[in-house]
């Protein structure tokens, strides 16, 4: 039986990221820990083009996904495997495991951290993920915690979309749709707020807008914002519109569903370097048409998930 | 932080496999394309006996099971790390993911084909494979896909199980079940339809019979087929039986479900020499007593997934 | 294409583990048996501890969970993942594989066993895992089989975990709780009665006392043993109080449950180095105000699956 001894692996860097040590809600990163994360993200994005692997292999993540999100799931895994990494993995622990039916998320934390240096944590109810990372005795990672809470992870694969692209001084955005309940919005409001003269214009029908908190973040933050209920008075001031989806349950009719929509009729109305980002996975609120467009990113979005992972993980991994 | 990189890696073959790109039916493999096929598994078959591996350690393959198959999806997964490389897998997608639900399939595998370098997909729609090959960034395999549709990779598997015992050419074979939604019969039938001088029985209760799309196929390749209802006037006749479900739900009686058994009283009647297949699992259609006669092939058949799915793999992530 | 060759593993052991084939109940462990895991068990403590990693990169592990239980099949997982060797997981068969459904658990076996090295299985009837261990070609591991039968593997690192404070011999137990559907209890006790002068008592309500098999059992090998419906008789005179669930459904009122539970109010009555383990998950028979008690070895308990598994597969895969 040979041996095999793992040196504590370090990414030399300028800026320490000892402060990070779980990730459950966006507010968390600083403009410092950002461009950190960028700057291992655009090395990331260097390795996996030459096929390169690091050498985390004998580091286990832990997916806890206590709801089903395949996507989500799978860029983190995708993630811990190019780092050379091993996966744990469950993909509806709500129903499967005995650990929600009988047993406080706290015990399953504390007995998965023990076999696990990272777990990934999706948790059904708000503030789950906090819940997890008090009593974890390893680093946990917010994967979305209700529909009221936060997808952090999410937010800084969008802004890294952004920032790849443009400055985000100075950027001004439209978060379009289902507001009210739109987590990875509240998580990439959060993380735009820590940027000079960014301009959010809150785009959804009246009773699906934006909770005030956030709104008193940005006021506190003298962040501008404006809240609109007509697509067509914003969409051709912004550098980005974020669409998001509007399900149908939620709006009156499919009229007032459509009129939120993204398609080849609103497409003129954009800048000509604006850029259109979605988090996936649409319905009707973002047409096929719109996929050739230049302007539409939200698959290079999506692809961009598996780097900042990794990017992240190695910020959690090297502590 | 150590950084490796990865060849590209290639086995070398006097045969080009150029045109393999995705595995959707089985209509796709020429003669030579299987013959290149089965030269890589009979390579596989002895690195595995060997307990060696392969270098393929950075490659990812995503299992997406939109319904679950325990057998195939693991065939498939655990030949993807006795090439030595990584798996990514859901279960359950249907129900699970967000994906199916408010998602068309292609935009979860343009998501999912840039975090991984292989898709195994098993749809429960047809054509779903189909969907998936034409906008996929990484090469798609068909792991089956509707009722009607086509699970390649298990007709390439039962190909080689009698490949590895005799010539395909001049083999006669009867298909017996319920074969109107017989997936394996119809993959494998399109297979045979290459080879010279085969002859293929088809055996059912009228009401549950090949469909005519499969009988034009073989008129068109001058394949010759009967048609027949009576498993007794075929069994003796023929080199391979291949055996098939039929669910009590399809036929009007069991004892006319029975009346298409393979059990020790059929034994008699067949050829010494005959190989029995059947894809598994099996119902009342196959007894246990036939596990023990040396001409029941199935569990060797199911065993050769592991080596056939080995070679596919490296023939679509050698290109 | 480099292949690199798989030399056969062996851990120089002065006690031959040959009569280990499969471990599908506690009774198969010999003390020489159980010496020689816990041996290994210290070893991979070490090795853990030092992130160090073995040399199974090229033998496959399979999860086969007919019902879920995330941290059993975690601590598994990340076993055979700490060993160097790779995963093949199932959540939950039952409903999702079309094995369960249509085929028996043997066809499956035969067919996952040629997949991979060994067996992980939890089935959802008492003896799924003898059934599997009858027909398969790679080694077994039963990881809880019916709420009557057993989960052997839970009791080997119960019984390391005490292994590890005191000598077996001479010990006090006490199992509290819903003891005739106690499955770890079951396993444990089998495990104690084969080390001298140890003294077992059995709390519970009367109706859902320890059940005869294993009370004959411990007759015949001469253990000493009481059966008590007063936990106060017995908390202050044993050295270890081993508490499980009682669920409400089973007894008359939450009162009667709770006559049975551990909280802060009991701790007062144990001996001063007591230890207090539970297989876990809990419920409101073991209040938290218990955790920050040195005497609580519950979390430490259920870390030792890692190790405790992690030798026991060097076992059976060095055969």
């Known amino acids: 039986m040979q041996i095999t001894e793992e040196p504590k692996i370090r990414i030399e860097s300028s800026r320490p990221s000892m402060n990070l040590r779980h990730v459950v809600e966006s507010q968390q990163f600083t403009v410092p820990l950002l461009m950190e994360l960028f700057d291992r ?3 990331m994005e260097r390795i996996v083009a030459r096929g390169g692997t690091l050498d985390y292999q004998n580091r286990i993540l832990a997916s806890l996904f206590y709801e089903p999100s395949t996507r989500t799931r799978f860029s983190f895994e995708a993630a811990m495997h190019r780092l050379g990494g091993r996966v744990l993995s469950t993909e509806h622990a709500r129903y499967f495991s005995s650990a929600i039916e009988t047993e406080q998320v706290e015990d399953s934390i504390r007995i998965i951290g023990s076999y696990s240096d990272v777990i990934v944590i999706r948790h059904n109810q708000e503030g789950g993920a906090r819940r997890a990372a008090a009593v974890s005795p390893v680093p946990v990672i917010n994967a979305g915690d209700g529909e009221g809470g936060q ?17 985000i001084e100075g950027l001004s955005v439209a978060f379009i749709g289902e507001l009210d309940r739109g987590r990875t919005v509240r998580s990439l409001a959060y993380l735009l707020a820590k940027f000079d003269r960014v301009k959010i214009y809150f785009v959804s029908p009246p009773e699906l ?15 501008k914002y404006e809240i609109e209920a007509d697509i067509n008075k914003v969409v051709g001031e912004v550098d980005v519109v974020y669409q998001t989806r509007i399900r149908p349950d939620r709006v009156s009719s499919v009229a007032s569903q459509m009129r939120y ?11 000509p370097n604006a850029m259109i980002l979605h988090p996936l996975p649409r319905t009707v609120e973002l047409d096929k048409t719109v996929d050739s467009d230049p302007r539409a990113f939200y698959f290079r979005q999506a692809a961009n998930g598996l780097v900042v992972r990794m990017a992240l993980l190695t910020m959690l991994l090297d502590r």
Chains 1, 2, 3 share one sequence.
């Open 41 to 43: 993200t655009r090395l």
């Open 261 to 271: 929509a993204i398609d080849s009729s609103v497409l003129p109305k954009l800048k």
């Open 209 to 223: 807008q934006m909770k005030p908190d956030i709104l008193e973040y940005l006021d506190r933050h003298e962040v």
């Open 151 to 167: 997808h952090p992870t999410q937010a800084l694969l969008d802004l890294f979309t952004i920032y790849r692209e443009r400055p």
